[in-house]
């Protein structure tokens, strides 16, 4: 790796991807949760949204620097990363699963940062597959990881309890995977990491490609050849406005419209029906039987009023959306000695409750009319922090 890409540590940007505990917003006001209310399939927001999936972040540390989400000018050999002790432990993480197991999710992904790099990552599994649902069905167990680790640990994680896997890969030439990823893994690592999710029985696997303008969007065809006819789905995702350090721009959005019209011209594509309203992902079978791809498109699509979505981060914040500015401390909650499991999750049944974010349908409207100067925007948590 050259170090050219290294800046001089006097340029080298601390960027606040968490916020600082002071920031930490004040939990809404709780009421008991009726089991009336728990029984009909936990609470609803205010939109009438369950809640139905939690993302949980393990890790704030990654052995990719990519450019849209921990750009190594931000996140270079000075960030300050969560020291060990400041993570919720495994037993902390399966505490507040299984009450969020009881208010309805049904859903639980493992991200990062990189998960993989969290050690013993298959015993957090194994005690998240041991919980069951009020109906007595064990959660769907996934996780988002970037592949080079897993050809050496899937099939231990598959042992443990994990039901599906998604990888990220936006490139097949090593170099623009390296321009995208800033790193000296190649390819090859992660597509060895895919083979070994798909003999370990990982469901089908999912790959996710960021498309960017310019940078990787000569890979569309490429990436979708490769991947046709392999049991495998590809997804290609818009290029999104998360956090602050990737200097997003408009301009740099290749629509999924505009993705798919390129994919089709190649391979004919027939519309799937949407199973599941809060799935991110439209899915287009090819028309020759060859399988299928999706487009996930907050961008120019944004699904907001269906999202089911909660994420809790490495060192136990909740946030009810991806693009939020500031969490709620649950790992406070889960180590006062003074709070019962009823009295947590009568927090949590407020906070859902209570939620409003609708983030990217909101993104191109124009803000409301009020007086006075226009406040300024608040800082969005990074991705890298909360996972995708």
Avoid at 60 to 71: K, L, Q
Avoid at 87 to 109: H, M, N, Q
Wanted: proline share 7%; charged share 25%.
């Amino acid at each position: 790796m050259s170090s050219s890409r290294q800046p001089p540590a006097a340029s080298v940007a601390t960027i606040p991807i968490r916020p600082a505990r002071p920031a930490d917003l004040p939990w809404p006001p709780t009421r008991e949760a009726s089991s009336r209310a728990l029984q009909q399939g936990g609470p609803r927001d205010q939109l009438g949204r369950p809640l139905r999936d939690l993302r949980i972040s393990v890790t704030d540390r990654c052995n990719f620097r990519c450019t849209y989400c921990m750009p190594r000018e931000a996140f270079g050999k000075q960030h300050p990363f969560l020291p060990h002790g400041e993570l919720l432990t495994f037993e902390e993480i399966t505490r507040a699963a299984r009450l969020f197991v009881g208010l309805g999710v049904r859903k639980i992904r493992l991200t990062g940062g990189e998960p993989l790099l969290r050690r013993g990552l298959d015993d957090l599994v194994a005690m998240l597959a041991a919980l069951r649902t009020p109906e007595g069905a064990a959660p769907d167990l996934a996780l988002t990881t970037n592949g080079v680790l897993l050809a050496r640990m899937a099939g231990r994680l598959k042992a443990a309890g994990l039901n599906r896997v998604t990888v990220s890969l936006d490139a097949l030439d090593q170099d623009v995977f390296r321009r995208m990823t800033d790193t000296d893994h190649t390819v090859a690592e992660v597509l060895d990491g895919i083979a070994a999710a798909q003999a370990a029985g990982l469901g089908q696997v999912k790959v996710n490609m960021v498309v960017r303008k310019g940078v990787n969007d000569h890979e569309i065809l490429p990436m979708a050849q490769h991947f046709r006819g392999s049991g495998t789905e590809l997804r290609f995702i818009e290029y999104m406005d998360v956090g602050q350090t990737n200097q997003w721009q408009m301009s740099e959005v290749l629509t999924s419209e505009a993705v798919r019209a390129r994919l089709a011209a190649a391979h004919p594509l027939i519309p799937v029906e949407r199973t599941r309203g809060s799935d991110t992902a439209t899915r287009w079978h090819y028309a020759d039987g060859a399988g299928s791809v999706g487009f996930i498109s907050s961008v120019t699509q944004a699904f907001c009023g269906d999202c089911t979505r909660l994420r809790l981060s490495t060192e136990g914040r909740l946030y009810t959306c991806l693009f939020a500015s500031a969490g709620r401390d649950l790992r406070a909650l889960l180590r006062d000695a003074a709070l019962d499991d009823r009295a947590v999750v009568s927090r949590l049944h407020a906070l859902w409750s209570a939620r409003l974010d609708r983030y990217s349908e909101q993104r191109g409207a124009p803000p409301p009319a009020s007086p006075g100067p226009e406040p300024s925007p608040q800082p969005r948590v990074e991705m890298s922090y909360i996972g995708g």
